[in-house]
């Protein structure tokens, strides 16, 4: 039997970044369109530093709505004594003609619009009398005021973002401005599902007796989705190794992780172990964990495989701690899923030497957790109104209340 983190480690271990891939910045703009499918971008790791190729601002220009000045013009200027001065016009936002401030004039300016050479300097309308032909300027303002200098802000060559950025909605301001029409980054893992089991019925259809509805498929898609990852395929194999077998080769021309559920166990009719036990490029172990105990790790024809046990909340909780640290890495990214700390509200077992993943919720000032519903691996009702995940030392056997546990919530796994 395999300590928990020993086969953690090692099959995250097992895994590599996939190849970059080039993309155009405009995908970013793709909000929209992309959203129903993911966005083509957010939450891609950039493989390389962006770089930007232009100065920001692009121009020199005004960071208020007022009148462009030379400051020397409105020395001395207080509301007592104003400084009058004729206007020689308006510059708006997108105005893109070269203009030049005579001495001893002013020109009307607009937030973000180029400050005409000669100007240093703008005076913000609330100073003025917003006069049109002439203003009344009541306040002096030195060289510099309320202007936003050319390459201010990023110089040609400056670093935006180093690689190793997982990109977020922060990010895309920078990325759309800095001037490089494409960037490499890496793509999101394509995964496929699949379940095995004879009892298995479609979703929505009745399960007679003897059989059960295919709920591991579509939750482990769900799960794949909400890590980022790509699903390509979800599908299901009756229990011989040839069908599962074969399956598997089909997926593996389209997907670079394989998750399947269910034959891996000690039954007489494993498909998986009746598949690839043996196989070089498989293993199957038992791991000191509950749920979750027995694991297959391999691959078949370029694709990196998780057989995980068919027990729904077993299939869950194996996704979560092998499954999506493996991916991660596959994405580029740090495999840690997220964490928290929250101590016992409410005393419960645990087996011995095996490190437990308890169903539980918390309380309403979410710092202390209870656990909810029977532990059993099958048992539905406590996974769907579980919170979290409570994660009990092996050498643990009596969670006793009060005591600090690693959480792992079961919301918002990206
Ligand atoms: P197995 O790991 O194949 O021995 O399955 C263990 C238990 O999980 C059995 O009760 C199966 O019926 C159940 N099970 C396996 N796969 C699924 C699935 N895709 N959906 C729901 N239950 C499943
Ligand atoms: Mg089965």
Not at 75 to 80: C, E, I, N, R, V
Not at 257 to 266: E, F, P
Not at 343 to 362: D, L, N, Y
């Amino acid at each position: 039997m395999l300590t928990f983190d020993e086969y953690q480690q090692r099959v995250v271990a097992a895994v590599r970044p996939l190849a970059p891939r080039s993309v155009p910045v405009a995908d970013l703009a793709d909000t929209l369109t992309g959203a129903a499918d993911g966005h083509p971008l957010l939450g891609l790791v950039t493989a390389e530093p962006l770089v930007s190729r232009v100065a920001l601002p692009g121009f020199t220009n005004s960071a208020m709505d007022g009148y462009a000045v030379r400051a020397a013009d409105v020395h001395g200027a207080t509301p007592d004594a104003p400084v009058s001065l004729p206007v020689a016009g308006d510059i708006a936002a997108g105005d893109t003609r070269t203009l030049r401030l005579e001495p001893g004039s002013c020109r009307r300016i607009m937030t973000g619009a180029p400050l005409p050479d000669g100007a240093d300097a703008v005076v913000q309308v609330e100073l003025t009398d917003g006069g049109l032909e002439r203003v009344e300027i009541r306040e002096a303002v030195e060289a510099g005021r309320a202007i936003r200098r050319r390459g201010e802000d990023l110089r040609p060559g400056d670093q935006v973002l180093p690689a190793g950025t997982t990109l977020l909605p922060r990010h895309i301001p920078a990325l759309l401005s800095a001037g490089a029409p494409q960037i490499a980054v890496i793509p999101r893992p394509r995964v496929a599902i699949l379940s095995t089991g004879d009892e298995l019925v479609d979703p929505g259809t009745e399960a007679g007796h003897g059989q059960v509805v295919d709920c591991n498929g579509p939750m482990l898609a769900a799960l794949a989705a909400e890590c980022g990852f790509d699903v390509v395929a979800v599908r299901r194999a009756g229990d011989t190794g040839e069908q599962v077998r074969e399956a598997l080769t089909e997926l593996a021309a389209t997907a670079d992780l394989i998750v399947t559920s269910g034959g891996v166990s000690a039954g007489a009719f494993e498909p998986l172990k009746l598949a690839f036990e043996g196989d070089a490029d498989f293993e199957f172990v038992k791991v000191a964990m509950q749920p979750g105990k027995p694991q297959g790790f391999g691959n078949i024809a370029g694709a990196t495989v998780f057989a995980l046990p068919g027990n729904p909340v077993s299939s869950l909780v194996s996704f979560l701690v092998f499954v999506a640290p493996a991916g991660r890495v596959l994405a580029g990214r740090d495999p840690a899923i997220r964490t928290v700390e929250a101590a016992v509200a409410e005393k419960w077992t645990s087996p011995p030497g095996r490190q437990q993943f308890a169903r539980v919720v918390f309380d309403e000032d979410g710092r202390v957790v209870r656990p909810i519903g029977g532990q059993g691996s099958h048992v539905l009702g406590g996974l769907a109104g579980s919170q979290a995940l409570a994660v009990v030392p092996a050498a643990t056997t009596d969670v006793a209340v009060g005591e600090t546990l690693r959480i792992i919530p079961l919301e918002g796994l990206a």
